[in-house]
């Protein structure tokens, strides 16, 4: 099993910034991709980016630009950096892996709200 705890959510301003990390524990040898995904307020949940086990990335539109999804594998940690925030990037970002038995695993997520 995989555990996944995220941390850096906050209020900010907009156009101001904000890094998202995500912390696993577990079974990090069986991980083959990882997500940030994230829930507006009373809207569904979608995907913001994903980076696989080569490094290839992903980007939802709306981000493209402004965020940027990295890991560092001897943290066992991955990031989202976030620039130029909106007051529609304000939502529940939480994190997830697929592992190569094609589980998923999540984390509770952190709270990003951009308000001036």
């Known amino acids: 099993q995989v555990q996944l705890v995220e941390s850096g959510g906050g209020l900010v301003q907009p156009g101001g910034s904000l890094r998202l990390s995500c912390a696993g524990s577990?079974?990090?040898?069986?991980?083959?991709?990882r997500g940030w995904y994230r829930q507006p307020p009373g809207k569904q949940r979608e995907l913001v980016a994903t980076i696989t086990r080569t490094g290839d990335t992903i980007y939802a539109d709306s981000v493209k630009g402004r965020f940027t999804i990295s890991r560092d594998s001897a943290k066992n940690t991955f990031y989202l950096q976030m620039n130029s925030l909106k007051p529609e990037d304000t939502a529940l970002y939480s994190c997830e892996c697929v592992t190569i038995t094609g589980e998923h695993y999540w984390g509770k997520g952190t709270l990003v709200t951009v308000s001036s």
């Open positions: 577990g079974s990090i040898f069986s991980i083959v991709a």
